[in-house]
């Protein structure tokens, strides 16, 4: 969003000159566009490469749980 004012709409432009004007509107509205896309990109790239490195302790994490889990039913049942 910029804080420019609206261009006060004016009957002595030309149609040439109001296309001019749409066409740089257009342009700095694509320009803007790629800047938010590149940094939804970059984010994601930074968000995947954290989530790749803590898989690997996610995943122990989990892994000892159930381990836990499982050996304390086994012991549990030992006692049957």
Known sequence: MSSEAPP???ASK????????V???RARLASTVG?????IDDTKQRMVAKAKKAAPLVGAAVGSYVMLKVV?????RGGD
């Open 35 to 39: 800047e938010l896309g590149g940094a």
């Open 8 to 10: 006060k709409p004016s």
């Open 23 to 25: 066409e740089e509107a």
């Open 72 to 76: 304390r039913r086994v012991r549990g």
């Open 14 to 21: 030309s149609s040439t000159e109001l296309r001019a004007e």
